[in-house]
């Protein structure tokens, strides 16, 4: 039973760290996508930007489907409540997520400028929706979500697919998008020759950081004025259980609790900040890697705060709040927690290996002549 | 309370995304390993042509490579959008293969295939193989993993319902991943795999040849494909036979309606060949028969009994009948899951849980304890797929990949015998036989899975359960989504992968010199030297 808590612990950590990889890899990539017709206004620059990130979008994206597998893995109730629940949303992430590795793959193929524009624009769009799509889910958590449980754990959704689309949760979208911008701003600033790309790249970049700040502190002091939700009596956190055995209370600021408990939480979201803060400095003093590293931390703090306010609870019932899913109650197995944790401490470490490997060989400025003649550029 | 409509829309919708997806799967998984022994050809014997040639399929390979990619996307978040009681009833066992093959399979494969595309200039020519080799072992891996997921569906081991927590759990991970299904179908499929690519290079060479364009280039990826293609049809073809006789022993349902078997026969029971199955009557209208032969066949045995459909429903309801005090003993365990009594009853009924569930969908207010003989019935006759189908879907499978070994042993005879380009008439026949594996891999993915039903999971898992509860609208509004949007892009694939096979290697300049090897290869020379001087450059 000792164990199993610390695997559910380890598990709520690790996806959040799953969740935190995802903003920042594929969120880079999203943020090129949103800026590609802003930041590049020749078919040249576009090109280049898009042969910034040409070898590794495709790798970036595992993270999301790492995403996807994980959660299904280890939060199997989860997997299966939110994603059929927010149907639509996820119609609409999907949709447009599908359209990318076209656009990557086949835009540049023609030269016709139509065939170019209708994939750039598609680019922008599953760019800019994704991000959104992706902060408006975590901002719904915080609200609850309108489903419930019969006996047999059959789920149901009674929410209409525009109160998933509430002011919190767009501007949770909003701080996502502005988040991914950043740091697509960056890499293009790091990528691109001196000149006027570099430049469009660099002020789009630091909007990004201003409008994340802003948004970051509003998003906190409205979830201060929100109703949270806390468990009132459950079975205990290292037990096997179903979300139909624990009772659930709404409390104003509830949202606080850990913060209130254990107060050096409050490094977390400041870690957030200092990301944020120092990022845009870096920006100024054009130190494009270390800006992308703080960016990376700026994530770190933004998802991190938003994990450790919810605590224990994943996504909690607006319509039946007892029947909330919590780490505790919506997680794997024993065993399966077991061997998941065996395959990540094996495997994780080789594709953060690979994956800098492949960062570095691809390292460098992008030239717009070596995009021009080169045939396997994008 | 699931609506039959919205189940069926959903089997729907997973059927198109999946046989769309499993378009661009076995290219994937067959190139890679072509694209690897032709570079590995030009490392071992410097010879450029054999660059060119990889560079040339390659290309191919990443405009199938995105369509595969984008439209995995979906699958791998299909299950929580549209079978949600499914995922939460087995996601404990069957996400687990799902992460480890992104983990450990898609990552690599993503990530090197970025590298083999853009680090020709960046990479040494070691390098650049290891990664093409990666790439290669990556696409193969990640289907091993999904055929894990898909071999727990078709025979659930290493898992049991627990019902604490309402959901069957992982007992043994060993048990999973060497399931013989999912060990057998990870073979068969990747192979079949390895035979589409050989089709498809072969018939794109044959193409050239007929035209006289890219001789080189052509004679040698054709000579490549079909050794490549005569070896993975027979392996194929062999592990085939091992998945009947695998699957045969777990599913003897899928096995009986593969072979319209309505009634259980002597061993050696005859063999269908032909045959035209109606389900509402439980018998052949007519069929041409062989006798004595489907016993060894499925067998490897005289004497084994093969059961039909007749002895299959009866067991099933039997079963059925044993189920239902489980699921009455799971519904109070559920508010109390202490209760003794409650308890001894579920254990003493939990092997056939899944029967209880069956029956479920029939009985009144869907309270299995109210469940009448006629309910029952019903129910045991939904035990068996869909006989007609199953029959003929099969047939076309088996026809296909036959058509499939004769080409390849004619493609390699005749090119040991001498020079294949001055056989006209082969070459014409090659490039129509690019759809053909196409066709077998969406057949065989239709025996496994249309074979597998009224379950989502052999047993324990009725597919009608599995659905997600959502309206009709919200799943006509979505299929029609995907429908749209795979519409599209196949169009925009099928464009670009004509395009360039038309326009043929070394893709900027080969339309006006488009005649015979040596001056491929001196234009080749150019372009290479000036990506090397381009190399300088950069440094």
């Given at each position: 039973m000792e164990l199993y808590f610390f695997l559910k612990v380890l598990w709520w950590l690790l996806l959040g760290v799953l969740l935190m990889g995802l903003a920042i890899m594929v969120g880079m990539d999203m943020g090129v996508g949103a800026l590609l017709r802003c930041v590049g206004r020749t078919d040249t620059e576009r090109r280049v930007a898009l042969n910034a990130i040409g070898p590794h979008w495709d790798g970036n994206q595992v993270w999301f489907i790492l995403g996807g597998g994980a959660i299904f893995a280890a939060f199997p109730l989860i997997y299966a409540t939110a994603f059929s629940g927010l149907y639509i949303v996820m119609l609409l992430l999907l949709w447009t997520m599908i359209v990318r590795p076209l656009g990557f793959e086949y835009?540049?193929?023609?030269?016709s400028p139509r065939w170019r524009n209708v994939w750039d624009w598609a680019l922008v769009v599953s760019g800019a929706v994704p991000m959104i799509v992706y902060g408006a889910g975590i901002g719904n958590m915080f609200r609850g979500v309108p489903f419930h449980f019969n006996w047999d754990l059959t789920s149901y959704y009674t929410g209409s697919?525009?109160?998933?689309?509430?002011p919190f949760a767009v501007m949770c979208g909003v701080l996502s998008l502005s988040l991914a911008c950043y740091m697509g701003g960056v890499m293009l600033m790091g990528r691109s020759e001196q000149g006027a790309m570099q430049n469009r790249a660099k002020r789009a970049a630091t909007l990004g950081g201003i409008v994340a700040v802003v948004l970051f502190t509003i998003g906190g002091v409205w979830v201060s004025q929100m109703q949270g939700y806390r468990l009132d009596h459950a079975p205990a956190p290292g037990l096997a259980q179903t979300p139909l055995l624990q009772s659930v209370v709404l409390a104003d600021g509830a949202w606080f609790d850990n913060f209130r408990a254990?107060?050096?939480?409050?490094l977390v979201p400041a870690l957030g900040y200092a990301g944020m803060a120092l990022g845009l400095v870096a920006i100024r003093a054009g130190r494009t890697t270390l800006a992308w590293w703080l960016g990376a931390l700026a994530w770190i703090g933004v998802i991190g705060t938003a994990g450790v306010s919810l605590f224990p609870f994943l996504m909690p019932s607006?319509?039946?709040?007892?029947?909330s899913l919590t780490v505790w109650n919506s997680i794997s197995s024993q065993t399966t927690l077991t061997w998941m944790t065996g395959w990540t401490v094996v495997f994780m470490p080789i594709v953060l290996a690979y994956t800098s490997w492949a960062f570095h060989v691809m390292r460098g400025k992008v030239r717009a002549d070596h995009v021009e003649s080169n045939p396997h550029a994008y | 309370m699931i609506n039959d409509t919205v189940v069926e829309l959903s089997r729907l919708q997973f059927a198109v995304t999946a046989l769309y997806h499993f378009l661009f799967v076995p290219l994937t998984l067959g190139l890679s390993f072509l694209l690897a022994v032709m570079e590995t050809i030009y490392v071992i014997s410097g010879k450029k042509i054999y660059r060119e040639m990889t560079q040339f399929w390659g290309n191919l390979f990443l405009i199938n490579f995105a369509l595969g990619v984008a439209t995995g996307l979906t699958m791998e978040f299909e299950f929580g959008t549209n079978w949600s009681f499914y995922s939460g009833f087995v996601g404990d066992i069957f996400g687990a293969p799902l992460a480890i093959e992104g983990l450990m399979a898609f990552f690599m494969e993503s990530t090197f295939v970025g590298l083999m595309a853009f680090g020709w200039n960046r990479l040494s020519k070691a390098q650049h193989l290891g990664v093409t080799y990666l790439v290669a072992l990556a696409s193969n891996l990640s289907a091993l993993w999904i055929l894990v997921a898909n071999g727990f569906m078709q025979s659930p081991e290493g898992a049991a319902f627990n019902p604490v927590t309402m959901r069957m759990e992982l007992t043994s991970f060993g048990a999973l991943i060497f399931s013989d299904d999912a060990q057998t179908k990870f073979v068969h499929t990747s192979i079949a795999g390895y035979v589409t690519a050989a089709i498809f290079v072969a018939g794109v060479s044959a193409y050239y040849m007929l035209r006289k364009r890219h001789m080189e280039l052509a004679k040698r990826s054709f000579r490549v494909a079909s050794l490549f293609g005569v070896l993975s049809v027979a392996g194929v073809i062999t592990l085939g036979d091992a998945l009947g006789f695998v699957g045969g022993s777990a599913q003897p349902s899928k096995l009986a309606a593969m072979e319209a078997m309505w009634k259980t026969e002597a061993a050696p029971a005859p063999f269908n060949v032909a045959a035209w199955p109606v389900q509402g009557e439980q018998r052949n209208a007519w069929s041409i028969q062989i006798p004595y032969v489907l016993t060894p066949l499925l067998?490897?045995?005289?004497?084994k009994p093969v059961p039909g459909i007749d002895q299959i429903e009866a067991d099933a309801a039997k079963r059925i009948r044993n189920g239902i005090p489980a699921v009455e003993a799971l519904r109070v365990l559920s508010?109390?899951?202490?209760n003794e009594a409650a308890l001894a009853q579920f254990n003493a009924h939990k092997d056939d849980l899944g029967y209880g569930f069956l029956v479920k969908r029939y009985a009144q207010g869907q309270?299995?304890?109210?469940?009448?003989d006629s309910d029952i019935a019903k129910a045991a006759k939904d035990?068996?797929?869909?006989v007609f189908s199953m029959f003929w879907v099969f047939r076309l499978m088996v026809a296909t990949g036959l058509a499939m070994l004769a080409y390849f042993v004619i493609a390699v005879l005749l090119s040991l015998r001498g020079d294949?380009?001055?056989?006209r008439w082969f070459l014409k026949i090659a490039p129509w036989m690019i759809p053909v594996p196409f066709i077998a891999c969406e057949m065989g993915w239709i025996t496994a899975e249309v074979g597998r039903q009224p379950w989502a999971v052999f047993g324990m898992l009725p597919t009608w359960m599995s659905?997600?509860?959502?309206?009709v609208g919200y799943m006509i509004f979505s299929l029609v989504g995907f429908a749209l949007i795979y519409t599209v892009f196949a169009a925009v694939e099928m464009y670009l992968m004509v395009r360039s096979i038309r326009k043929g290697?070394?893709?900027?300049?080969a339309d006006s010199a488009?005649?015979?090897?040596p001056s491929d290869a001196a234009m080749l020379d150019r372009e290479l030297s000036a990506l090397e001087h381009e190399m300088v450059k950069e440094q």
């Open positions: 835009r540049s193929k023609l030269a697919f525009l109160s998933l689309l509430n254990h107060p050096l939480l409050w607006s319509s039946e709040p007892s029947q | 067998t490897h045995t005289l004497d508010g109390d899951p202490t309270d299995v304890s109210k469940a009448t035990s068996i797929p869909d294949v380009s001055r056989q659905a997600s509860s959502h309206s290697p070394t893709s900027d300049h488009d005649t015979q090897g």
